[in-house]
C-alpha cells in the first residue's frame, strides 16, 4: 500500500495530493516509519546511586581534561601556571648569568700561569708591539695625552708606568685578554708600587755611590770596584724585581731567593735583558723618527713603557714554564 512521504497517510496509486496534509503525494511502498525515527528522551538520573553516577562521570571528565592540559604543558601544570613558570626559569637564567660574569658585564679574563707559555708560539717582541693596543688603540691616544700633561706635572707618568707594570702581571699571568685601560686608579697604584720598588733600589745606588766616592779618595782602584759592584747590584736585579712583583703582587717576592733571585740568575733573565736593551733602542728610534708628527713622541713614549712591560711579562712567564720561577697566580688582571 502506497504511503505520503510527508506525514504516513495511506493513499492509493490513483492519488495525487495527500486528503491529510494537502502535500503532492510520491508514492513509496514501505511505511515511512523507519526512515524518520522519533528522537529519544535524554535519561535524568534524579535520585540514588544514579544521581552519584552522573557526579562521577562528570568528575572523571573533570579530571580526564586536567590530565590532557597537564600532557599540553609537558608536566609542569595547567596553562594558566606556564607563563610564569617560564619567567621564573627566565629570572634564574639571567642570575646564573650575573654569577658567571661576576657582576661586571663581561665573563672575566682567563689566565694560564703554569705549563706551557700560551705565548710561545709568538715572538717576544711581536708580543710586546700589539698586546698593549688588542682591541682598540685607547692606551695610546689617552696615554699620550697623559704624557703630554706629565711633560709639565711628571707624576701623571705614574698612570703610564702603572699600566706597564699591569700589563707585564698580566703576560706574566698568561693573561691573553688585555687589562682593561679605563681604570685609572689601578694604574695609579702600579705606578706608585712600581715607584716604590725603584726607590728601593735608588737607596742601594746612593748609599753604594755614596761608599764608592769616599773609598776612591784613599784608594782609586778600590773605589772603582765598589763604584762598578754598586752599580750592578742596583741595575741589574732591578727589572727582576719589579717583573716579580708585577706578577705576583706581593713585595716581599720582590726581593726574594726563590722567585726574584732565581729569575736573575737564570738564562732567561739574560735574554729578557739583551731584549729590554734592544727594546729601549728601538723605541728611541721610534720617538726620533716620530717627531714630525709633533705629538709623536709622547704616543711612542707610553706605546714604549707598556711595550716593555709587556716583554718582561713575556720572559717571566717563560722562566715560569722552564721551572725557574714559581707561577704567578691565576687570579686575572682586570
Known sequence: MPYCLACGTKTDFETQTCPSCGQAVRHRIDPPGDA???PSE???PWEGDDAESGADDAKSGTDDADSGAGDATN????EESKPLAGIDDTLAAEDDRAVEDDGAGDAPPSTDPSGPSPFADRWSFGV???YPVEEDYRPLVVGGIVELIALVLPVFSLVTVGYGFRLCGAVARGQRERPAFDDY???LVGGLQSLLVAGLYGVILLVGGGAAAAVWTVDEPLGI?????TGVLGLYPFPASLTVYAATGEL???FSQASAGGFATSGTYVRAWLAWLAGIVAVAVAAVLSVITLVGPVVVRAWGTYSLG?????????AAAEGVVPPAPDEPVR
Open 36 to 38: 524518520f525515527p522519533e
Open 42 to 44: 535524554p535519561e535524568i
Open 75 to 78: 608536566g609542569t601544570g595547567t
Open 128 to 130: 710586546a708591539a700589539t
Open 185 to 187: 686608579g689601578e694604574s
Open 225 to 229: 770596584a765598589l763604584g762598578v759592584t
Open 252 to 254: 716581599r717576592t720582590a
Open 310 to 318: 709587556v716583554l718582561w711579562g713575556y720572559y717571566y712567564r717563560s
